[in-house]
């Protein structure tokens, strides 16, 4: 029986040694399909100012390249919710995306203003692996005064107060249950 | 240069294997309570050696999970404030804090009392489901860190069929 527990944890050891090997001829970073795939740049091209009118679409041709998987123009950053965005995400070789090359991406975004004054949209573009870039458009909104979007959820700051809370609220628990364990009866 | 991957496959594995073999202990001693008491006896022995497997395990798994966390602070490309932007990033970070707690927990626990922590109700299911959940903990980070880098993981048709949304 030991023996075969001794195994057991041997060939669990194995293998997660085996998962660890290195290849010391593949010198570069890991990336998407496997590691040490470089993917030195990542091309995120499209107008960097627009002027616009509250209410009056306007597109921009976002083009990403070299290992583009992913276009994202998400609420919540920059002032992208002063925006009615038609494409918020874009993935390569989706029917949104113009461009048929596999890692790059070309995607007419349409824009709706929805308040006047000077805004600045956030582009994100995303390839395999840990590569991303993003890229800010200055749009100036002339025209009439309209919505202001709510501001976002603080998420970050949440994560924040959380981050002191859960680990206090376990600690108090733990100390519970090491109380009952080590009282003596 | 990735650090972190290499430091984190091992740990997570014992850890999980760790809490496979803490619901077998549990079974164990709530289906054979006498059995398990019997010195010399097959059970006894398997339930000892699944004990040591334990506690070893979450030595080994405590030390990992450390190394994991500094690791993961080191990568040049991600540091601390593009990592928080990103909501499986807050999600691994809190719970490797928790799993931290919970990991010490368990090792202060069965040093103090050996194989006594498995006598008593109030204290070997604690004991139990803590390295339960801790490993099911650290395979969901792992799985998380799995669809950070590689946009997907093997454990995500489990969790999209039990239906736990990804944070």
């Known amino acids: ?185 | 240069m990735v650090i972190h991957p290499v430091f984190v496959h091992f740990h997570t594995g014992i850890l999980t294997a760790a809490a496979a073999v803490a619901l077998v202990n549990l079974l164990l001693r709530i289906l054979f309570r006498d059995n398990i008491n019997t010195p010399g006896t097959k059970l006894a022995r398997l339930f000892h050696q699944f004990d040591v497997f334990i506690y070893i395990g979450s030595i080994i798994g405590f030390l990992g999970l450390i190394a994991g966390m500094v690791t993961g602070f080191m990568e040049p490309d991600y540091p601390v404030d593009a990592l928080v932007q990103m909501p499986i990033m807050r999600f691994k970070i809190l719970w490797s804090v928790v799993c931290v707690e919970i990991y010490l927990y368990l090792m202060i626990i069965r040093a103090k009392m050996g194989d006594r922590v498995w006598f008593k109700l109030s204290t070997y299911a604690p004991y139990a489901i803590l390295v339960i959940f801790g490993g099911i903990m650290m395979m969901i980070m792992g799985a998380l860190g799995g669809i950070a880098v590689y946009g997907t993981s093997i454990l995500q048709p489990i969790l999209d069929w039990i239906g736990i949304p990804w944070p």
Not at chain 1, 37 to 43: C, G, K, N
Not at chain 1, 105 to 122: A, E, K, L, M
Request: net charge negative; proline share 5%.
């Open chain 1, 1 to 185: 029986m030991k023996l075969l527990v001794v195994m057991s944890f041997l060939t669990l050891v194995i293998a997660a040694a085996s998962s660890v090997v290195a290849f010391p001829d593949n010198t570069g970073e890991c990336g998407n399909s496997g590691c040490h795939d470089t993917l030195t740049t990542l091309t995120l091209t499209t107008n960097s100012t627009v002027d616009a009118e509250t209410g009056v679409p306007f597109v921009l041709q976002v083009d990403a390249g070299n290992g583009a998987e992913y276009i994202a123009v998400k609420g919540g950053w920059a002032d992208n919710d002063y925006f009615t965005i038609s494409e918020p995400l874009v993935q390569d070789d989706s029917t949104n995306d113009t461009n048929a090359n596999d890692g790059e991406i070309s995607v007419d975004i349409t824009f709706i203003p929805i308040s006047n004054g000077t805004y600045t949209i956030r582009i994100w573009a995303a390839a395999g692996g840990d590569l991303a870039r993003s890229f800010d458009v200055t749009v100036t909104v002339t025209g009439e005064s309209g919505t202001t979007p709510p501001p976002p959820a603080d998420l970050i700051g949440i994560w924040g107060s959380m981050m002191v809370l859960v680990p206090l609220a376990t600690g108090v628990i733990l100390l519970i249950f090491g109380y009952f364990a080590l009282r003596r009866d």
